[in-house]
Nanobody, 131 residues
Framework: QVQLVESGGGLVQIGGSLRLSCAAS????????IAWFRQAPGKEREGVAC????????YYEDSVKGRFTISRDHARNTVYLQMNSLKPEDTAVYYC????????????????????????WGKGTLVTVSS
């Protein structure tokens, strides 16, 4: 029932910007968190940022703090990830995910825990940063 669709990925130069979108549908509750994750080749999937539906509070992984901004359009059920000052190490497939457990999601993002327990996943969008 719940579907998440990412868009906005592509090829960007070092120092450039991209805005990713995650469109959610089929939601039956207003209490949830949506998070962005990324996975580079040969590496574990890692949390990037999350946002709470209830109060729009946001949380970030340390390496993107100050460069990335997560935000939400409640009317459109869409979450955005604005990525600025992109670096080659940001190259990855970016996924959005939804969890009904806000506290767990915050812990995953802020403690770099393994991304277990997310309830729904999108299929990902590729971001490539190159000079």
């Amino acid at each position: 029932q719940v579907q998440l669709v990412e868009s906005g990925g592509g090829l960007v130069q070092i120092g450039g910007s991209l805005r990713l979108s995650c469109a959610a549908s089929g939601l039956t509750s207003d209490y949830y968190a949506i998070a962005w994750f990324r996975q580079a080749p040969g590496k574990e999937r890692e949390g990037v940022a999350c946002i709470a539906r209830s109060d729009d509070s946001t949380y970030y992984e340390d390496s993107v703090k100050g460069r990335f901004t997560i935000s939400r359009d409640h009317a459109r059920n869409t979450v955005y990830l604005q990525m600025n000052s992109l670096k080659p190490e940001d190259t990855a497939v970016y996924y959005c995910a939804l969890s009904w457990n806000l506290e767990h999601t915050i812990l995953v993002i802020t403690t770099s825990a393994l991304p277990d327990g997310m309830d729904y996943w999108g299929k990902g969008t590729l971001v490539t940063v190159s000079s």
